[in-house]
């Protein structure tokens, strides 16, 4: 277990894997951190789908046509699901299960990528999701928000520093202002 912060910066969007299939607890740790994110309502719209095997990771790389790199070496992917007549915040709920099991994955010492569904197409006339839902036979009143890549690590990407904080980005109480204390605490 590692220290929270140290944790968050070294998360990176990993794109390269190795051939290791992940083993049983490393799933299990995975599965469970996405199932006990914060929820609105606690009405839990979101359902995940593993797909493990290579030939359908394939398909699922045809859902749109640029941005699955990460697909092509992943070992184990997770399609991350909502149902939108359940909650109005599914894409809040689907988006924060999937960082907790990304962070889950970075704890454990596996990469893990993000490949954005929601609002992308497959081709003029289909969504991506709507490829995806066909493929995984997922039903119609579902919507595909992501799919994450995991795997082990097959590539080193730098940390976050914590002495190089984007600063300018947080304001206090008013958008204009933003008083020195923020620059002393957040700089080292
Ligand atoms: C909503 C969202 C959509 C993303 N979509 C993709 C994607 O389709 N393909 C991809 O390779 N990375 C995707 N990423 C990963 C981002 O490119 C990555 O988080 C960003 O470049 C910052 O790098 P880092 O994750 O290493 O901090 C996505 C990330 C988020 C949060």
Redesign the pocket.
Known sequence: MTDLQDLILH?????KFKDRLLTFEEKRAILCSALVAPSSKNRRPCRLVLVEDREMINKLIRC?L?????LETATWVLVVVADPTQSEAWIEDA?IA??FAQLQAEDLGLGS?????RG?DYDEETSSSEYIKKLLEIPSQMEVE??L?FGEKDEE?KP?SAEKLQIDKIHLNKWQHRPAWIEKTMTY
Do not use: F, H
Request: with cysteine; net charge positive.
């Open positions: 998360r990176r969007s990993i794109r749109k640029i941005g699955t790199l990460p988006s999937a960082a990528c993000w490949v954005q569904v992308r992501c799919l890549a990407r976050y």
